[in-house]
């Protein structure tokens, strides 16, 4: 069945670290894959989307990489600051006016 | 996107009582859902609130323990009924916008069943 894989946390980092968070998924068709953040308290918030393979989502330097043959959707960021310390979801929806189907959240840590 | 806001944000229940939670946008949209985030776990789509009609529910959730209203094109309500400890999670309504495949969620209501 339909399924999202993420890499489990917590990822702790130093400020101005790499950041990595590996997501693969399982679908059948085409779909849009997405990374949410959760801050503290918080709602979800978009992050970055990306609808066909080879392209490229990027907002707040955060950056992932549609890659249909690796089923795969890796969200980085080239210099973490401590206010990136959140909860990132990878998720994807087969078609407009699908659900959401989401992973397990990675808690990333960001430490001055 | 669009602006969302969910009432109330926050509430403790007695178990067996109900809570109603309202989810306002500030636009027309044709899709809008709700999820339920347990604590410390990922989002699980509750149900579809659907304009005119009933919410089409997900395996695993039923209209009688969560019934949604929506009666026009900005608001939606879900009721969570007759509640228990285990109901104690993160409600977030979403919508999606026309044209477009991402979702937007509301700031959530954190619920907390004694």
């Known amino acids: 069945g339909d399924s999202v894989t993420q890499m489990e946390g917590p990822v702790t980092l130093s400020e101005e670290a790499f950041l990595t968070i590996n997501c693969t998924y399982t679908?059948?068709?085409?779909?849009?894959l997405f990374w949410y953040v959760q801050y503290p308290g918080e709602g979800l918030q978009l992050l970055l989307k990306?609808?066909?393979?080879?392209d490229k989502g990027s907002n707040k330097g955060f950056e992932a990489t549609y890659r249909k043959e690796t089923t795969s959707f890796h969200l980085e960021k080239g210099s973490v600051q401590v206010s990136d310390s959140a909860v990132y979801f990878c998720?994807?929806?087969?078609?407009?006016?699908?659900?959401?189907?989401f992973g397990g959240g990675t808690r990333v840590l960001v430490k001055p | 996107s669009a602006v969302i806001s969910q009432k109330p944000s926050r509430d403790i229940c007695q178990r067996g009582t109900s809570l109603t939670i309202q989810c306002q946008v500030d636009?027309?949209?044709?899709?809008m859902f709700w999820y339920r985030q347990q604590p410390g776990q990922s989002l699980t789509l509750i149900a579809t609130?659907?304009?005119?009609?009933?919410?089409?529910?997900e395996s695993g959730f039923v209209i009688d323990k969560f019934p949604i209203s929506r009666p026009n094109l900005t608001f939606s309500t879900l009721t969570v009924s007759n509640m228990s400890p285990e109901d104690s999670s993160i409600y977030l309504c979403?919508?999606?916008?026309?044209?477009?495949?991402?979702?937007?969620f509301g700031p959530g209501t954190r619920l907390l069943v004694l």
């Open positions: 979403s919508v999606e916008l026309a044209g477009g495949r991402a979702q937007y």
């Open positions: 679908a059948t068709g085409y779909p849009s």
């Open positions: 990306a609808t066909k393979a080879d």
């Open positions: 998720a994807f929806n087969k078609a407009a006016g699908n659900k959401l189907t």
């Open positions: 636009s027309q949209v044709t899709m």
């Open positions: 609130a659907n304009q005119g009609s009933e919410a089409t529910y």
